[in-house]
T-cell receptor, first 115, second 112 residues
């Protein structure tokens, strides 16, 4: 079975400071990893993905994430936080094995950027 | 270009009733997945449809069923509604050979 853990329910950061939202995962094979953002009463918006290749992936709105296979982590980062980044962030994993299409999400981390 | 659309936006049903939710994928997308998101939780995978067939199913009972039409749109049906089925139901679509999914705004189902 595959799973995702987001150890922090909430992360607070001052505007202009760097931010990190943590994610660890478990799959039987190699992972496909994703980050999504959800604004209140809205669906999820795709931010970035890791499929293969460079461990540092860049995505929308200045976000990036680093894949670390040995630590089974995929932390989301941004060098300088904006108030508009305040939202709910979800990490998700899918096994790369043939016939595996299920996307499993973490419980989410609420990011609050303080002006 | 319209994104993924879902209807209705909100729905209130009584325990024991049946409900049908609808999803139109983004133009050019051929795969549709459905998720249930309970309050304060991450989305949980219900099933995925591709070429009008259920390709994979999550840990949901048979009361949850679906369909994909030739135009790639999809329906989610839930029979014998329980109070615990109250949630936001999300539809997501993917273009051919893509890994990421694009989500609709969801249908908020309340079961009383």
């Amino acid at each position: 079975a595959q799973s995702v853990a987001q150890p922090e329910d909430q992360v607070n950061v001052a505007e202009g400071n760097p931010l990190t939202v943590k994610c660890t995962y478990s799959v039987s094979g190699n992972p496909y990893l994703f980050w999504y953002v959800q604004y209140p009463n809205r669906g999820l918006q795709f931010l970035l993905k890791y499929i293969t290749g460079d461990n540092l992936v860049k995505g929308s709105y200045g976000f990036e994430a680093e894949f670390n296979k040995s630590q089974t982590s995929f932390h989301l980062k941004k060098p300088s936080a904006l108030v508009s980044d305040s939202a709910l962030y979800f990490c998700a994993v899918r096994d790369s094995g043939a016939g595996s299409y299920q996307l499993t999400f973490g419980k989410g981390t609420k990011l609050s950027v303080i002006p | 270009d319209a994104g993924v659309t879902q209807s209705p936006t909100h729905l209130i049903k009584t325990r024991g009733q049946q409900v049908t939710l609808r999803c139109s994928p983004k133009s050019g997308h051929d795969t549709v997945s459905w998720y249930q998101q309970a309050l304060g939780q991450g989305p949980q995978f219900i099933f995925q449809y591709y070429e009008e067939e259920e390709r994979q199913r999550g840990n949901f009972p048979d009361r949850f069923s679906g369909h994909q039409f030739p135009n790639y749109s999809s329906e989610l049906n839930v029979n014998a509604l329980l109070l615990g089925d109250s949630a936001l139901y999300l539809c997501a679509s993917s273009p051919p050979r893509a890994y990421e999914q694009y989500f609709g705004p969801g249908t908020r189902l309340t079961v009383t």
